[in-house]
Nanobody, 125 residues
């Protein structure tokens, strides 16, 4: 069982940066594949970024490539999402997710077993 708690969302002007984090409970965080997703009201939850336990070969949605960076600190049981050059289109609730499967498809939300409660990101123009 893994519990995930996001923090670090907020309000920022276009072009600014935020760094949400996701704190995980349990002793097996380092073995989990992790992902960030986002969701706007009335829309499907969509993939943003994913990272395997090895922290190699992260994957990103095309819309955030070059602007967002996913990383993890296994010693702190924490996942991060560095978001730069934010655009009003990035306004959403951001969720972190975890699955104990090294072969999980990073982009598919159905692959993940554990979800946080979300953190709101708002970008003003």
């Amino acid at each position: 069982q893994v519990q995930l708690v996001e923090s670090g969302g907020g309000l920022v002007q276009a072009g600014g940066s935020l760094r949400p984090s996701c704190a995980a409970s349990g002793r097996t965080f380092s073995a989990h594949t992790m992902g960030w997703f986002r969701q706007a009201p009335g829309k499907e939850r969509e993939f943003v970024a994913g990272l395997r336990s090895s922290a190699s070969n992260p994957d990103y949605a095309d819309s955030v490539k070059g602007r967002f960076t996913i990383s993890r600190d296994n010693a702190k049981n924490t996942l991060y999402l560095q978001m730069n050059s934010l655009d009003p289109e990035d306004k959403d609730v951001y969720y972190c997710a975890a699955v104990l499967d090294r072969c999980a498809q990073l982009v598919r939300k159905e692959e993940y077993d554990y979800w946080g409660q979300g953190t709101q990101v708002t970008v003003t123009s």
